[in-house]
């Protein structure tokens, strides 16, 4: 974990300025060979453009995603029977862009790798103690029938794919929640969060 923060560091000092002479030249040829490496780079880059003076919340937030991102990842390469969604985007990190206010409603979004889709998640409070769910998967065949399942230590909630590969829970109570994803054809699929 402390090399995946110390990558971003790195990637902080560059955008700065801050790297020079060999160590620059290395860095800047490693991010033409490593598509990955890039990616975290360009995802960098964006969120400088958008605080350009708070590069102390940027880093923080980078160090939060990777380390979802690295703790999951672990999670799917474990799991052999259940694939685990690696989350690769929380809207909750971020910091907003100077002059946009915030919504009425406290909005999340998510976004989560899952096999060869990816599952994008809004979560908008309802009250106190529950939030509403709405996501959309993209990259299903079509016609793939699928339900999800939204379980909470109060309750468990279940639910169908649209035709638009639309699904929603109305209300699911804050704290831990697990959503299953399931169908005859595929295997079973899961996305833990905290709401």
């Known amino acids: 974990m402390k090399k995946n923060q110390d990558r971003i560091e790195e990637l902080n ?3 700065k300025g801050l790297l020079k002479g060999k160590q620059k030249k290395a860095l800047l040829d490693e991010l033409q060979k490593d598509a990955e490496l890039f990616d975290m780079f360009y995802l960098l880059q964006k969120m400088a453009e958008i605080a350009p003076n708070r590069p102390d919340l940027l880093q923080a937030a980078s160090k939060k995603l990777s380390k979802t991102l690295y703790k999951d990842f672990l999670k799917e ?7 685990i969604g690696v989350q690769v985007f929380d809207s909750s990190l ?3 862009p100077k002059g946009v206010r915030p919504a009425a409603v406290d909005t999340r979004q998510l976004k989560y790798q899952l096999g060869q889709s990816v599952v ?3 979560i908008y409070p309802v009250t106190i103690d529950s939030v509403e769910i709405i ?3 993209n990259g299903l065949k079509k016609n793939q029938k699928l339900s999800v399942t939204a379980e909470t230590k109060s309750r468990t909630q279940r639910t ?3 035709e638009f590969c639309l699904f929603r829970f109305e209300r699911v109570a804050v704290g831990d ?3 299953l994803f399931s169908s005859e054809n595929i295997k079973e699929s899961i996305i833990e969060l905290s709401l």
């Open 13 to 15: 000092a560059l955008l």
């Open 77 to 83: 390469q474990a799991s052999s029977k259940i694939q």
């Open 94 to 96: 971020l910091p907003l």
């Open 120 to 122: 994008e998640l809004s």
């Open 135 to 137: 996501g959309q998967i």
């Open 160 to 162: 169908s794919i649209d």
């Open 177 to 179: 929640c697990r959503l």
